[in-house]
């Protein structure tokens, strides 16, 4: 079958204002396998200039393709566009059968399947081992019903789902499709040739606000000599100089991580790594951590989320205040780069709580600060303790952690968001952070703290162009419940984990997973 894999041009800022791109991992994951079966398959990326959507549509056409895969690691702010794009391939070609695959539509199934009949089929959860199966069925007119981990609109027109599929319990048993992509094209950290990749996927960790962990269901990683051979091969052969870590938290099993490091040494490849992480891991691996530089780590986002000790709570980060300073020191102590996440908006912030997180993020000493609104997802038990707030965004493109989407009663939006422009300012221009900046002894740490900064200015003046000029807020919006729907909570696991047989006896019983699931 002749299948074209599209990657929507993302309304963020954050992909529109550097010149720097990374190739779309999700699409790839899908394309190795749907290329192992026999069919061909190409990537119309439209993340580059951003393309237009008509010319979009006429590239992906252009060789009359029997199915289109639609996916964005960005999936509900990239969720409008998905849709134009589906409106506008159905109105050129209607006998095209449209996919689509993410995050958003695993748990918006229902209602994007109610409100159009652009999309034929949508992939709920992991999509290797189910669009395959998928495309199969059709290809050989079997019934689709019986493919696991997909919904669609059935003979009355009623949107429906088929029992979750599996989880892959072997990561290595579906290969990527990097001959989809031209690695000239993608590069990032300041035109360094790279790629997004993942050494694990999941969280076991139960932060109620995530909007992954559920997604993946559990933690489970790729064999660390096969991962770190991969990195190598695609050094060698494509000229690949930095490795993005898509992972949630590829440091959960120290023995695991432990095993990867020494593999990446072994290897002995100039290739640098940058990925995100827990900082109590960080702690945990303090006698470890000259192992992660040598394998080229060079800078680890931490998920602290916040610098107050209740809010932590609140939303069961699990981690603490003391933690997250640890952390950061031993980084620096073994030249790695610390980004720290900050996110307003958890509860009701005064001035006075932003003035205090301010004065704990100096003293926790970052080298780098990505601040963030808190950005309820439907399927987090976050969602049911934030359903009652109003939603003062509407625009679900803005719907990216960048912009502020939920009102806060003592603060107007304005005075929130210049505050939080202000403290990024202040954050990265203090005295400390300058010299790094402009004096760091390592070229390398240099170069990559320049890199950000310049980015980071781009990004920042953007941002108060679009608060000033183009964003718009209601004062008065929905809830949050009223605007995405009742809570999925109960919905959050996508997915089903196959449980190995034990014995009873002499019989083999089966034990089966009796959480509630989506679907």
């Not at 006698?287 to 610098?307: C, F, P, Q, S």
């Not at 984990?497 to 006896?505: A, I, L, Q, T």
């Amino acid at each position: 079958m002749n299948i074209v894999l599209i990657n929507p041009p993302h309304t963020a800022i954050g992909s529109r204002v550097p010149d720097d791109h990374l190739p779309p991992l999700g699409l790839l994951a899908i394309g190795g396998p749907l290329i192992d079966s026999g069919h061909q398959v190409r990537l119309v990326d439209a993340e580059f200039g951003p393309m237009p959507l008509a010319t979009l549509v006429e590239e992906a056409l252009r060789d009359n393709p029997d199915f289109i895969l639609i996916g964005h690691s960005g999936s509900t702010s990239a969720h409008p566009t998905a849709l134009k794009i589906a409106e506008m391939m159905k109105v050129c070609a209607p006998h095209v059968i449209v996919i689509y695959g993410g995050v958003f539509p695993t748990y918006h199934w229902r209602d994007i399947l109610a409100a159009t009949v652009v999309f034929d089929f949508i992939v709920r959860g992991e999509g290797e081992a189910t669009a395959t199966a998928l495309v199969e069925a059709i290809e050989m007119r079997q019934p689709v019903a019986s493919v696991a981990g997909i919904a669609y609109r059935d003979d009355l027109g009623r949107p429906v789902a088929t029992q979750p599929a599996m989880t892959i319990a072997d990561l290595d048993a579906y290969r990527v499709g990097w001959e989809l992509i031209d690695h000239r094209r993608y590069s990032y950290w300041g035109g360094k040739r790279a790629v997004v990749m993942q050494f694990s996927r999941g969280c076991p960790h139960l932060c109620n606000y995530c909007g992954q962990r559920g997604f993946w269901t559990r933690w489970r990683h790729r064999d660390p000599v096969k991962f770190a051979k991969e990195i190598a091969w695609l050094h060698r052969e494509h000229g690949v100089e930095l490795i993005n870590l898509a992972d949630e938290n590829p440091t959960s099993s120290k023995k695991a991580w432990r095993a990867f490091l020494d593999a990446m040494i072994a290897e002995n490849v100039p290739v640098l790594i940058v990925g995100s992480t827990r900082a109590d891991d960080i702690v945990r691996d303090a006698d470890i951590l000259h192992l992660y530089r040598k394998a080229g780590v060079i800078r680890w986002l931490l998920g602290m989320e916040n610098t107050d000790e209740a809010t932590l709570s609140l939303i069961r980060k699990g981690g603490s205040t003391k933690s997250d300073r640890e952390a950061i020191r031993l980084l620096r102590q073994h030249g790695i780069l610390s980004m720290a996440t900050w996110v307003a908006g958890f509860e009701d912030e005064t001035l006075r709580d932003l003035w205090r997180g301010f004065r704990q993020l100096i003293a926790y000493d970052p080298d780098q600060i990505q601040a963030l609104y808190v950005t309820p997802h439907r399927w987090t038990p976050f969602f049911r303790i934030a359903s009652g707030r109003k939603v003062i965004q509407q625009d679900v493109r803005l719907w990216d952690y960048k912009h502020q989407v939920l009102h806060m009663r003592r603060l107007k939006p304005w005075v929130l968001f210049f505050t939080v422009k202000l403290i990024e300012v202040a954050v990265q221009s203090r005295p400390k952070a300058l010299a790094r900046i402009l004096f760091h002894s390592d070229p390398e740490q240099r170069h990559s703290m320049r890199w950000y900064t310049r980015m980071g200015r781009r990004v920042w003046f953007r941002e108060v162009w679009g608060f000033l000029a183009r964003d718009r807020r209601v004062t008065d919006g929905p809830t949050l419940a009223e605007f995405w729907g009742a809570p999925q909570d109960a919905e959050e696991e996508s997915m089903i984990v196959p449980r190995p047989p034990r014995k009873s006896g002499t019989r083999i019983v089966e034990t089966a997973d009796k959480r509630r699931l989506a679907g």
